[in-house]
């Protein structure tokens, strides 16, 4: 077994593409800040779309949520359509419904070599009290044209091989894919069609001095000069924009993965290779990885993990769903962070005419991150073209600092309510 904290997709992962350090000055008509699926998404569109790009990262693309996370490909938000019809309009909404497509199209258009599945996806239900919003919000998708259908107790106990489960939904517009192979394939392809990117190239400050930004790069190695500046740094917001860092809350999620299944094993376990999310309060959401392992995450402490043993309760948790796993050791184990918003929908701002900043995706990013991107990118190369959001103010949360400490003993109270109703 290994000692360390490495994750299976930076043991099954492609080469990181070549990245260097800027130097000098250098000018662009869009400066991105952050090198993750929103940032490099809409990089590429940028690029593409004939504007000059760069794009920095303060260590690699893909180092935060977008090369650590589950890899499932889920359409929607948070909420249901309805509600987005209601808050956004039906624009929001049907863009919503898209971003999983959006995703698979953009992977098939540049040949990104990620093990794109378009799988499916259940939302399983660990009660049966759960039932019931859970066909609401089928139906309210089913209404709207997707592929969806409710799920009984046999039919996603067959595609699962947990017992745990009593009921859920599939909707069939989703999938998976390999998170850090497609980050450092997006970042390729943003390469390819002319952006620049540079990392390790942490921002040390930027100022806006007669319409133009200027992001001083490291220890005043760099400095680049542009027309319109992208933030899209989402959960590892630091102190370079204080009020957006604080308008948010970073949420660590763990996951660990076993040693590979045996082909009988993996015969009824999850057999249709479909990834599952649980409606649980703190929720846990499982699948087949490479090699043929067995993962599971679902949110940890608040803290960085400083050894394996605060990967306890997701052990346990994936111990519940199967529990003859018990005899099959776990060879990985990590975290990253993501970021929620205190309504669950993304935002989007724009504080001054020549700066958008995209956060806040609720653990739904790969799908969402990707799409939004996209449209912003299409945004800049036209103004007229509308964004599936509207722009929002920034509002730090009220004594942003303790809401970490809130969140730790809210997560540890849902915790036990989970417990205590299974």
């Not at 920095?56 to 359409?75: E, H, K, L, W, Y």
């Not at 376990?269 to 649980?278: G, Y």
């Not at 608040?302 to 199967?322: A, N, Q």
């Not at 990118?377 to 942003?400: C, E, M």
């Amino acid at each position: 077994m290994k000692d360390d904290l490495t994750s299976l997709w930076e043991a099954t992962a492609s080469d990181a593409p070549e990245t260097a350090q800027p130097e000098g000055d250098h000018v662009c008509d869009v400066m991105i800040i952050g090198g993750g699926f929103t940032g490099m998404s809409c990089a590429l569109q940028l690029a593409k779309g004939g504007a000059s790009v760069i794009l920095v990262d303060a260590v690699r693309p893909g180092f935060g949520a977008s090369g650590r996370n589950g890899g499932q490909v889920i359409p929607g938000l948070k909420h249901d359509p309805d509600k987005i019809d209601k808050l956004y309009g039906e624009y929001s909404t049907e863009f919503a419904g898209k971003t999983a497509e959006t995703t698979f199209n953009l992977i098939k258009e540049h040949d990104i070599d990620c093990d794109p599945t378009p799988s499916g996806w259940i939302q399983g239900s660990v009660k049966r009290d759960h039932l019931g919003w859970l066909e609401t919000r089928m139906r309210e998708w089913q209404s709207r044209g997707a592929d969806v259908k409710m799920l009984d107790t046999a039919e996603v106990q067959a595609m699962t091989g947990s017992e745990r489960l009593v009921g859920g939904w599939l909707d069939n517009r989703a999938g998976q894919l390999h998170p850090l192979k497609y980050i450092r394939g997006l970042t390729r392809a943003a390469q390819s069609a002319g952006c620049q990117v540079f990392a390790p190239a942490p921002v040390k400050r930027v100022k806006n001095i007669s319409g133009k930004w200027h992001a001083e790069i490291g220890a005043g190695v760099a400095t680049i000069k542009s027309d319109h500046l992208v933030v899209a740094t989402n959960a590892y917001s630091g102190d370079l924009f204080p009020k957006l860092r604080k308008s948010l809350i970073p949420v660590n999620s763990f996951q660990v993965a076993t040693a590979p299944l045996s082909e009988e094993q993996l015969a009824t376990t999850l057999p249709t290779k479909t990834p599952v999310s649980d409606t649980r309060r703190i929720g846990n959401y499982f699948r087949i990885g490479p090699g043929g392992r067995l993962m599971l995450g679902g949110r940890g402490t608040f803290e960085d993990p400083k050894d394996r043993s605060g990967f306890r309760e997701i052990i346990s948790e994936l111990h519940t769903y199967y529990p003859w796993v018990k005899s099959v050791p776990l060879e990985f184990y990590w975290s990253g962070r993501l970021a929620m918003t205190y309504d669950h929908f993304p935002h989007i701002h724009r504080p001054v005419e020549n700066m958008t900043m995209a956060v806040g995706y609720n653990g739904r990013g790969v799908a969402l991150s990707t799409s939004l991107g996209k449209a912003i990118a299409a945004n800049l190369l036209a103004t007229d073209t509308p964004l599936p959001l509207r722009f929002r103010d920034i509002k730090p949360l009220y004594a942003h600092d303790l809401h970490r400490a809130y969140a730790t003993i809210a997560i540890w109270y849902y915790r036990l309510r989970d417990h205590l109703e299974s």
